[in-house]
């Protein structure tokens, strides 16, 4: 694990009420805990001067994350402060949101620290989209999440991602060494 530099902020990624609350999709695997490091995660951000930025999905009209439905707003239980922003997006990639990249490009940081959901979607989509925009990349191993899918268990999909995110040099690093060190 190496540090993320010291200006690099914390992106958390569609930690939605839909996500947690188990109305109209099934909780993110794990969900409890998940919320504890991404609270872990986002006090340490805050106690070291580091930005945070919340993503949020605005899903098609009828889809439990469409803008105005109960499971669209960012899950409360992150404290999310008034003064961090919200990133909206309509498809995997956070940085389709132009926004983003003007906002860290203010904060002229070389890197990021991504968790959140969807581990295979969203996740995913976020650490390819930094990549390609020429960002070092820190994903919390441990603060990112998925739901089982027919044929593979949202533990496996974790795990084969945390893979493919390192093969792609992306530094994993877990809650505890990040925020304990």
Not at 67 to 83: D, I, M, N, Y
Not at 88 to 110: E, I, Q
């Amino acid at each position: 694990m190496q540090k993320p530099a010291d200006a690099a902020p914390v992106i958390v990624i569609d930690l939605q009420t839909g996500m947690f609350d188990g109305v109209a999709e099934p909780p993110l695997h794990d969900a409890d805990r998940l919320v504890e490091r991404a609270r872990q995660v986002i006090d340490w951000a805050r106690r070291e001067g580091r930005k945070v930025a919340f993503i949020r999905h605005d899903g098609p009209e009828g889809d439990p994350l469409a803008p105005g439905e109960p499971g669209w707003p960012v899950w409360p239980a992150l404290g999310q402060a008034e003064h961090e922003p919200t990133f909206s997006k309509s498809v995997r990639d956070s940085f389709s949101n132009p926004k983003l990249g003007a906002w860290l490009a203010d904060l002229d940081t070389p890197e990021v620290v991504i968790l959140g959901a969807q581990t295979n979607f969203c996740v995913a989509g976020t650490v390819q989209g930094a990549i390609a925009n020429g960002l070092k990349v820190t994903v919390v191993s441990d603060a990112h999440s998925t739901v089982d899918l027919p044929d593979e268990a949202a533990a496996s999909i974790i795990n084969r991602y945390n893979a493919q995110f390192a093969e792609a040099g992306v530094n994993l690093v877990t809650t505890d060494a990040l925020t304990k060190a």
